[in-house]
């Protein structure tokens, strides 16, 4: 991709891989960088047993009863992998990804969330693990087979590589920790700081601009819209263009997330299946699965909303008119369809009104992309909603299964997003002193003590250091002052919880009065630690009720590296 870009000015050849693991399909790509020499990015286009040659590989495993990885990705869809695995009683993961999703995700009206039950003995954390595992099987394969040289690079390169992971909108600092703990487990890194993320949505949109297929739209000044519409998520954001040529994105609205992919469609439809065959020859699990499988190939991604019926194959060649089927197929007729899509696009429409609304109605175009926005019905509808409101959309189309690993890598190589915006409030909990005339602190009388310099004191009241909504500069330092009190006895080793808090307005208290959760709204990310002995040492005592002591004024600092927050003092 892109012949034009400027020779790497590094000292030293380096790996970069980018890895976007989907909720239903997965992809990688490789980039060598070789001081002097345009960095040129390659797709895994061949992964074990595919039918064709595709980027996308099923984010499938299958498990034996002891736990052990016996299959990944398109070899699981061999009929004598499935024979295999009846056999032998194989489990088969699918949709884990989800199970790494944050529990404030806003809830999507008609969606309930079922995901497939994990295998007995497999943690998501070990299944991110195990799929980590192979791709990097994958990536050493393709890099050691498309070089002259492959083995030797391979092995000289890949223990300081950085690897790209790719994350849905919603996705957080402790769910990032979670997938770079997985890259170290699964040997793809030796080290947590190789692991870099990027949202899949700022990928595709550096891709899609990268692409070429836009460029009417790249205005300086102008505001773009993008929306991934994942298997699993939908993901949209707002982007001002500061800059054409280098791309440079400001966001404009804080990047949302919503549970309402693809694998949605299937659970709607797999809901019904089930009460339409109850009670049936076909009320079996072997196939509702085969139904569903039929579903897929088929029924959900020709559907275009005016079809007046699908079918789905149930296998045989038996009827049943009552119920509709015909020659081992059954009819789902065109409004039970639509109810299938329904929640996934009114979360859709809903999602970029919100976003345009919040960047001041000032957006007029809107690209669209990832698996779900291929449906027919789905781009009509949306379509039709974009017009009504004299909103372009695009679906740029093309290899867009590209778009997120090759995104990701341009990512890494350019920074091209240059600034975001705040998802949450972030800040930490402090004391304040107590005082019986502001009755907010008076009620939690209980919970008064005195501090080692011996003034009295309430704990857990908020303290902002980054406000919601706040444009945050890539690599700026956000940073607050805090104070606490220490004696000569005291141990020197501070901790600091760190919070982001959902809504507007955060109130004054994390906590309830005597209550030991935190208020609704609150996230907490992390605890961070710091040893205070040299400020401590460089402090003068204080003297206050006889207690002699230092008052120790110290740093908390975060730093935005990618759409990670890394704190640090
Ligand atoms: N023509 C189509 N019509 C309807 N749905 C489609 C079509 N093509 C693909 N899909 C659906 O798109 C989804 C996969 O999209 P994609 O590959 O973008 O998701 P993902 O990357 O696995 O998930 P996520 O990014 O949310 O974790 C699947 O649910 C698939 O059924
Ligand atoms: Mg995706």
């Given at each position: 991709?892109?012949?034009?870009?400027?020779?790497?000015?590094?000292?030293?050849?380096?790996?970069?891989?980018?890895?976007?693991?989907?909720?239903t399909?997965?992809?990688?790509?490789?980039?060598?960088?070789?001081?002097?020499?345009?960095?040129?990015?390659?797709?895994?286009?061949?992964?074990?047993?595919?039918?064709?040659?595709?980027?996308?590989v099923?984010?499938?495993?299958?498990?034996d009863?002891?736990?052990?990885p016996?299959?990944?990705?398109?070899?699981?869809?061999?009929?004598?992998?499935?024979?295999e695995?009846?056999?032998?009683?194989?489990?088969k993961?699918?949709?884990?990804?989800?199970?790494?999703?944050?529990?404030?995700l806003?809830?999507?009206?008609?969606?309930?969330?079922?995901?497939?039950?994990?295998?007995?003995?497999?943690t998501?954390?070990?299944?991110f693990?195990?799929?980590l595992?192979?791709?990097?099987?994958?990536l050493?394969?393709?890099?050691?087979?498309?070089?002259?040289?492959?083995?030797?690079?391979?092995?000289?390169?890949?223990?300081?590589?950085?690897?790209?992971?790719?994350?849905?909108?919603?996705?957080?600092?402790?769910?990032?920790?979670?997938?770079?703990?997985?890259?170290?487990?699964?040997?793809?890194?030796?080290?947590?700081?190789q692991?870099?993320?990027?949202?899949?949505?700022?990928?595709?949109?550096?891709?899609?601009?990268?692409?070429?297929?836009?460029?009417?739209?790249?205005?300086?000044?102008?505001?773009l819209?993008?929306?991934?519409?994942?298997?699993?998520?939908?993901?949209?954001?707002?982007?001002?263009?500061?800059?054409?040529?280098?791309?440079?994105?400001?966001?404009?609205?804080y990047?949302?997330?919503?549970?309402?992919?693809g694998?949605?469609v299937?659970?709607?439809?797999?809901?019904?299946?089930m009460?339409?065959?109850?009670?049936?020859?076909w009320?079996?699990?072997?196939?509702?699965?085969?139904?569903?499988?039929?579903?897929?190939?088929n029924?959900?991604?020709?559907?275009?909303?005016?079809?007046?019926?699908?079918?789905?194959?149930?296998g045989?060649?038996?009827?049943?008119?009552?119920?509709?089927?015909?020659?081992?197929?059954?009819?789902?007729?065109?409004?039970?369809?639509?109810?299938?899509?329904?929640?996934?696009?009114?979360?859709i429409i809903?999602?970029?009104?919100?976003?345009?609304?919040?960047?001041?109605?000032?957006?007029n175009k809107?690209?669209?992309?990832?698996?779900?926005s291929?449906?027919?019905?789905?781009?009509s509808?949306?379509?039709?909603?974009?017009?009504d409101?004299g909103?372009?959309l695009?679906?740029?189309?093309g290899?867009?299964?590209?778009?997120?690993?090759?995104?990701?890598?341009?990512?890494?190589?350019?920074?091209?997003?240059?600034?975001?915006?705040?998802?949450?409030?972030?800040?930490?909990?402090?004391?304040?002193?107590?005082?019986?005339?502001?009755?907010?602190?008076?009620?939690?009388?209980?919970?008064?003590?005195?501090?080692?310099?011996g003034?009295?004191?309430?704990?857990?009241a908020?303290?902002?250091?980054?406000?919601k909504?706040?444009?945050?500069?890539?690599?700026?330092?956000?940073?607050?002052?805090?104070?606490?009190?220490?004696?000569?006895?005291?141990?020197?080793t501070?901790?600091?919880?760190?919070?982001?808090?959902?809504?507007?307005?955060?109130?004054?208290?994390?906590?309830?009065?005597?209550?030991?959760?935190?208020?609704?709204?609150?996230?907490?990310?992390?605890?961070?630690?710091?040893?205070?002995?040299?400020?401590?040492?460089?402090?003068?005592?204080?003297?206050?009720?006889?207690?002699?002591?230092?008052?120790?004024k110290?740093?908390?600092a975060?730093?935005?590296?990618?759409?990670?927050?890394?704190?640090?003092y």
């Amino acid at each position: 991709m892109r012949s034009n870009r400027r020779p790497y000015q590094g000292p030293r050849t380096q790996l970069v891989v980018s890895i976007d693991i989907g909720t239903t399909f997965s992809a990688a790509s490789v980039c060598i960088l070789q001081p002097g020499t345009p960095p040129v990015f390659e797709e895994i286009l061949r992964w074990p047993k595919q039918a064709n040659p595709d980027a996308k590989v099923p984010s499938l495993v299958y498990y034996d009863s002891s736990g052990k990885p016996r299959c990944f990705g398109a070899e699981t869809d061999s009929p004598d992998t499935k024979a295999e695995a009846d056999e032998e009683g194989w489990i088969k993961a699918e949709w884990w990804k989800l199970y790494l999703r944050p529990d404030y995700l806003p809830k999507i009206d008609g969606i309930e969330i079922e995901i497939p039950e994990l295998p007995p003995s497999r943690t998501v954390d070990d299944i991110f693990a195990d799929f980590l595992e192979y791709v990097k099987g994958q990536l050493q394969v393709h890099v050691t087979s498309s070089h002259g040289n492959g083995e030797s690079l391979w092995n000289s390169l890949y223990r300081n590589m950085d690897v790209v992971l790719t994350t849905p909108n919603g996705w957080e600092g402790r769910h990032q920790h979670r997938m770079r703990e997985a890259a170290i487990a699964a040997g793809l890194v030796i080290r947590g700081t190789q692991v870099k993320f990027v949202t899949e949505a700022e990928a595709a949109v550096i891709y899609t601009a990268e692409s070429g297929k836009i460029n009417d739209w790249l205005v300086e000044d102008e505001h773009l819209i993008v929306c991934d519409c994942g298997g699993g998520t939908v993901d949209i954001t707002g982007y001002r263009i500061q800059n054409v040529s280098p791309l440079r994105l400001e966001e404009m609205s804080y990047p949302r997330c919503y549970l309402a992919g693809g694998v949605f469609v299937n659970q709607a439809a797999k809901i019904y299946l089930m009460e339409r065959l109850s009670g049936s020859d076909w009320d079996d699990e072997t196939t509702i699965e085969h139904a569903m499988q039929s579903f897929e190939r088929n029924a959900k991604r020709s559907f275009d909303g005016k079809n007046t019926f699908m079918t789905v194959e149930l296998g045989g060649s038996k009827g049943d008119i009552k119920r509709g089927i015909v020659r081992g197929r059954l009819k789902i007729q065109k409004a039970d369809m639509i109810s299938f899509f329904e929640p996934s696009i009114q979360a859709i429409i809903e999602g970029l009104q919100e976003t345009l609304h919040e960047g001041g109605d000032v957006a007029n175009k809107i690209i669209i992309g990832g698996g779900l926005s291929n449906s027919p019905h789905v781009f009509s509808q949306l379509q039709k909603w974009a017009s009504d409101l004299g909103l372009k959309l695009s679906r740029p189309g093309g290899p867009i299964e590209k778009a997120v690993t090759s995104g990701a890598l341009s990512w890494y190589l350019d920074a091209s997003v240059s600034s975001r915006v705040a998802k949450f409030h972030y800040g930490t909990n402090v004391a304040v002193p107590f005082d019986r005339n502001d009755p907010e602190v008076a009620c939690r009388e209980s919970e008064k003590y005195q501090d080692v310099l011996g003034e009295w004191k309430i704990d857990g009241a908020w303290s902002e250091i980054v406000e919601k909504n706040e444009k945050i500069k890539t690599g700026k330092e956000y940073s607050a002052w805090f104070h606490r009190p220490f004696t000569d006895a005291d141990e020197l080793t501070v901790s600091m919880d760190l919070y982001a808090y959902r809504w507007s307005r955060p109130p004054r208290f994390i906590k309830d009065p005597g209550c030991n959760m935190e208020k609704d709204g609150f996230l907490h990310l992390c605890t961070v630690e710091a040893d205070l002995t040299s400020c401590y040492t460089a402090a003068p005592y204080s003297t206050a009720r006889n207690k002699k002591g230092q008052r120790i004024k110290y740093l908390q600092a975060r730093t935005l590296k990618g759409v990670e927050s890394v704190p640090h003092y």
